[in-house]
Nanobody, 124 residues
């Protein structure tokens, strides 16, 4: 069983930045595709970004392209989501998820393991 732990959320003003971390203590994430999802109140969970486990390919939702960057540090078993130019509409609980297959999946059902989430609030 893979345990994922998110951290780095918080309250930030519009235009600000945050870095989210997704750690898997004691477990190597090297060959897993890792996705970041978010869920705002009353809305469905949506995909934000993904990094593949084979060649490091990255994918982004149109709403975050140019503002968010996903990266991974396999030595630390950690995946990061760097979020810049944050907007109020980015407010949500952010989850990371791991797919046993190395190719990034699109839907939430394609991921096998999930973290508990971290709250991101963008407000002045």
């Amino acid at each position: 069983q893979v345990q994922l732990v998110e951290s780095g959320g918080g309250l930030v003003q519009p235009g600000g930045s945050l870095r989210l971390s997704c750690a898997a203590p004691g477990f190597a994430l090297d060959y897993y595709a890792i996705g970041w999802f978010r869920q705002a109140p009353g809305k469905e969970r949506e995909g934000v970004s993904c990094i593949s486990g084979n060649d490091g390919s990255t994918y982004y939702a149109d709403s975050v392209k140019g503002r968010f960057t996903i990266s991974r540090d396999n030595a630390k078993n950690t995946v990061y989501l760097h979020m810049n130019s944050l907007k109020p509409e980015d407010t949500a609980v952010y989850f990371c998820a791991a797919d046993r297959l190395p190719i990034c999946g699109v839907g939430v059902n394609e991921y096998d393991y999930w973290g508990q989430g971290t709250q991101v609030t963008v407000s002045s």
